[in-house]
C-alpha cells in the first residue's frame, strides 16, 4: 500500500485511542540537538500541481529558480512534497523570505519545519505577495493608510514608501500574507464618511502564480475547479486583470456590500 495512504489511514485511525497502552517512547530535547541543527538548514516545499512533479525535474529546476549561490541536497518527502537541506543561509532565506515561487507556472510554497511537526502536519496555505494598489486618492498614500488597506488582503509585512512615509508613482505597494484558500481580491470600494463618492482601488499581484480563473484561487486552473460548473465564469477574473493592465478608473460602485470608510 501507499506509505502515504498509511499515514492517512493512521492519522484517521487515531491510533492514540486503540487498545494498545503501551506508554510512548520519549526522548530529551538535548538527545535531538544533531536533528535539530539539521532542520535548520532545511525547508519544506511543496509544489500546487495536479501532476506528480518529477523529482529530477524539481532538483534541475530549482536552483536556477532560487538563483542558489551553493548546493541544495533535495529529497522527496511525498506527493508533490520535498525536502530541500540548504549549505547557504542566504539561499534559504531567499526561498523563504524572496516568493512567491513558481515551478513551470505552479505554485511552490517553502516552509520551515519544527519541532515533532512532520510533513504531513505542515501548513501550506500562505504566501507573502507584493500587491500594487491602482487609482488611490492623493490623500490615501501615506503609510498609514496604506497599512489599514493592506489589512484589508491579509497581514501585512512591508509597505513601500519614501523616508517621509508617502508612496509616490503610478501605485503603492505594500507586502501582504495571505491566505491563499481564499479567492484573490480584485478590488476594493473606498468613501469619505463626508462624501458620497466611491473610488474603486485596484489589485494587482506581483509575481502571481497560475491561479484559476473561475474562482480567483491560487493553486489549481479553471479545469480542475471544484466550483459547480453552473458557477463557473460568473467571476470573470480574466476581465480583472485587464482592468489592472489598464490601471483602473475612478467608477460609481454597483455593488450592494458597503465601502470601507476612514
Ligand atoms: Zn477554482
Known amino acids: 500500500m501507499d ?5 492517512r489511514l493512521v492519522t484517521a485511525l487515531k491510533l492514540s485511542s486503540s487498545p494498545n497502552k503501551d506508554p510512548p517512547i520519549t526522548f530529551e530535547a538535548d538527545s535531538l540537538l544533531i536533528g535539530e541543527q539539521r532542520i535548520g538548514r ?14 529530477e525535474a524539481f532538483v534541475n529546476q530549482i536552483p536556477r529558480i532560487l ?13 508533490n512534497l520535498f525536502l530541500l537541506d540548504f549549505k ?8 523563504l523570505y524572496g516568493g512567491p515561487w513558481n515551478l513551470f ?9 519544527s519541532g515533532m511537526q512532520t510533513p504531513n502536519m505542515m501548513s501550506f496555505t500562505e504566501i507573502s505577495i507584493w500587491i500594487q494598489c491602482y487609482n488611490l486618492p492623493l490623500i490615501f498614500l501615506h503609510k498609514d493608510f496604506l497599512e489599514k488597506l493592506g489589512n484589508h488582503l491579509g497581514v501585512v509585512e512591508e509597505i513601500d514608501t519614501k ?17 491563499i484558500s481564499k479567492p484573490l481580491k480584485q478590488h476594493i470600494r473606498l468613501s469619505l464618511a463626508s462624501d458620497e463618492d466611491e473610488v474603486f482601488v485596484i489589485f494587482s499581484y506581483e509575481r502571481l502564480p497560475d491561479f484559476c480563473y473561475n474562482c480567483g484561487i491560487i493553486g489549481h486552473s479553471f479545469r480542475n475547479c471544484d466550483v459547480d460548473p453552473q458557477e ?31
Open 3 to 7: 506509505p502515504d495512504k498509511v499515514v
Open 42 to 55: 532545511c525547508l519544506v516545499a511543496k509544489v500546487f500541481s495536479s501532476k506528480a512533479v518529477n523529482h
Open 67 to 79: 538563483q542558489a549561490t551553493k548546493h541544495i541536497e533535495i529529497g522527496v518527502l511525498g506527493d
Open 88 to 95: 547557504s543561509i542566504q539561499d534559504k532565506k531567499r526561498a
Open 105 to 113: 507556472r505552479d505554485l511552490i510554497i517553502f516552509r520551515e519545519p
Open 163 to 179: 523616508e517621509n512615509g508617502f508612496a509616490m508613482g503610478r501605485y503603492a505597494r505594500v507586502k501582504v500574507r495571505i491566505d
Open 232 to 262: 463557473k465564469g460568473k467571476l470573470n477574473y480574466i476581465s480583472w486583470l485587464k482592468a489592472v493592465q489598464r490601471g483602473g478608473g475612478r467608477v460609481k460602485s454597483r455593488q450592494s456590500s458597503p465601502p470601507n470608510t476612514w
